[in-house]
């Protein structure tokens, strides 16, 4: 009898222990991302360098319809030279919430960038793709939504 509960107490133990430790992967693989997860305004933030120019810095307000195209007005320096523009492209995204876009700016110059979305689509981790530069980037929805609303 002893030995029938200590087993049952031990299967009870490694079930909720399995239970715990498969929860949350099963949570994190039910969230997926695709164009509309980019629906809205982004303010983001740039630094870096590009080579041969000199160090750059840049803030911008991007806006994604959810359908892959994307908008942008803003200002950067580069190397202390200050600059406003405008620009506009096209966006992807990934099921696993990466993601690229491309685009054209002001001065008729052809950018692109990869992309992480983060903090349940508030966010965005950004690396310029372009040759020769070295820049970063961190974009936050303007209005930031809950998962609630989403």
Avoid: W
């Avoid at 908008?71 to 190397?79: A, E, K």
């Amino acid at each position: 009898m002893k030995f029938s509960i200590a087993a049952k107490a031990v299967t009870i133990t490694v079930v909720a222990a399995l239970a715990l430790f498969v929860a949350p992967f099963a949570s994190a693989e039910s969230k997926s991302c695709s164009l509309a997860t980019l629906k809205g305004t982004f303010s983001d933030r740039d630094t870096g360098y590009i080579a041969g120019l000199g160090q750059f810095a840049g803030v911008n307000l991007y806006t994604f319809d959810g359908h892959g195209k994307i908008t942008g007005i803003g200002m950067t320096s580069l190397n202390g030279l200050v600059i406003s523009g405008a620009s506009s492209g096209t966006y992807t995204v990934n099921p696993d919430c990466t993601g690229t876009f491309e685009g054209q700016d002001s001065q008729g110059q052809t950018h692109g960038a990869y992309f992480v979305i983060d903090d349940g689509g508030n966010e965005l981790q950004i690396l310029v793709t372009d040759p020769g530069t070295v820049i970063t980037c961190i974009a936050r929805r303007q209005f930031p939504v809950s998962d609630s609303e989403q």
